[in-house]
Every structure is written in structure tokens, then in C-alpha cells.
């Protein structure tokens, strides 16, 4: 089973960027397709951002295109989520997941593995 681990977090400023690394330990990321998933508080878990196995077909949230990038680096067993222009709007807690498969998906119950989370604060 892979472990995952989140980093790259913190309190920004509106309009600042943000680039977020999930690290993969115990097995390696070239068997998993990948997505970045975030809960504000009071909130559901949400998708963000999903890459396929061999991190060539990323897929963002369509109200993300343009500010968020995913993408998947099975060399170094990292995934990661560049994101420009942060708004209030987008302080939550950032979870990468993992899922046995060559897709992505959006959907929450698709993945199996989780990492422990990276909070994101956007400051106005």
C-alpha cells in the first residue's frame, strides 16, 4: 500500500501562488492515477485536480482551469498542484489521493489512499 504525504501549505495572500507537493512512499506513484481533492470547513470534500497513471492526461475542475495545474512526476514518485491567483474562496485543506488505476476520476470513493492533508489559507 503507498503512503502519501502532503506539503507546501501556509497562509497566503489574494492573488499569491502556491505550489503543493504530494510525496509517495512504500510503493511506487507510476501505478496510481492521482487526484488533489480539498475540505473547507463546514464543507464536503471536494474535487480538484486528477492525472492519469503515466501523468499524461490531467483533468481540473472547470472552474479551476486556468489558475490550478496538476501534474505527476513518477521519477521522483511526486505529484503536484501549482495554483496561481489564490482567493479567499479556495482556504481549505488540501488532500492528495491515490487509486489503482490508469484513470483519474473526481469522484471521492474512487480513491483508496489519502494522504493526511496540507491546509491552505487565503488571506483578502
Known amino acids: 500500500q503507498v503512503q502519501l504525504r502532503e506539503s507546501g501549505g501556509g497562509l497566503v495572500q489574494s492573488g499569491d501562488s502556491l505550489t503543493l507537493s504530494c510525496a509517495g512512499s512504500?510503493?511506487?506513484?507510476?501505478?496510481?492515477?492521482m487526484g488533489w481533492f480539498r475540505q473547507a470547513p463546514g464543507k464536503d470534500r471536494e474535487f480538484v485536480a486528477t492525472?492519469?497513471?503515466?501523468?499524461?492526461?490531467?483533468s481540473v475542475l472547470d472552474s479551476l482551469v486556468g489558475r490550478f495545474t496538476i501534474s505527476k512526476d513518477n521519477a521522483k514518485n511526486m505529484v503536484y498542484l501549482q495554483m496561481n491567483s489564490l482567493k479567499p474562496d479556495d482556504t481549505a485543506v488540501y488532500y492528495c489521493a491515490a487509486r489503482e488505476d490508469y484513470y483519474g476520476s473526481g469522484d471521492v470513493d474512487d480513491f483508496h489512499t489519502w494522504g493526511q492533508g496540507t491546509q491552505v489559507t487565503v488571506s483578502s
Open positions: 492525472i492519469t497513471q503515466d501523468g499524461k492526461f490531467p
Open positions: 512504500g510503493r511506487t506513484l507510476s501505478n496510481y492515477a
